[in-house]
Nanobody
């Protein structure tokens, strides 16, 4: 499966953006697996941002985005979303979506437990 992230851009602090991650291609069935969003700021390691279970009933967030970001999925569209509100300058990063590897524990925050990384979409928050 291939993942395509989109929706990034330039926004002022306090603003909102919605990122999308669309799955396509064969291989693993997208709707059977948990998905994660990660981000990587310049000069920093990739860090966990949010994850959602295959059913969409469970979600988890990093402390830095909890209460401001919302992850969701639309199985009919093979798409996972990340709604980002009250954006801060420290949210500036390239955002990536990925698929949780088979047999990995749901809720994992380790990038090594994920695969099929999309190309990333840049979010820039100006203060």
């Amino acid at each position: 499966v291939q993942l395509q992230a989109s929706g990034g851009g330039l926004v002022q602090a306090g603003g909102s953006l919605r990122l999308s991650c669309e799955a396509s291609g064969g291989g693993r069935t997208f709707n059977n697996y948990a998905m994660g969003w990660f981000r990587q700021a310049p000069g920093k390691e990739r860090e966990f941002t949010a994850t959602i279970s295959w059913s969409g009933t469970r979600t988890d967030y990093s402390d830095s985005v909890k209460g401001r970001f919302t992850i969701s999925r639309d199985s009919a569209k093979n798409t996972v979303y990340l709604q980002m509100n009250s954006l801060k300058s420290e949210d500036t990063a390239v955002y990536y979506c990925a698929l949780l590897r088979p047999l990995r524990n749901w809720g994992s925050r380790d990038p090594l437990d994920y695969e099929s990384w999309g190309q990333g979409t840049l979010v820039t928050v100006s203060s």
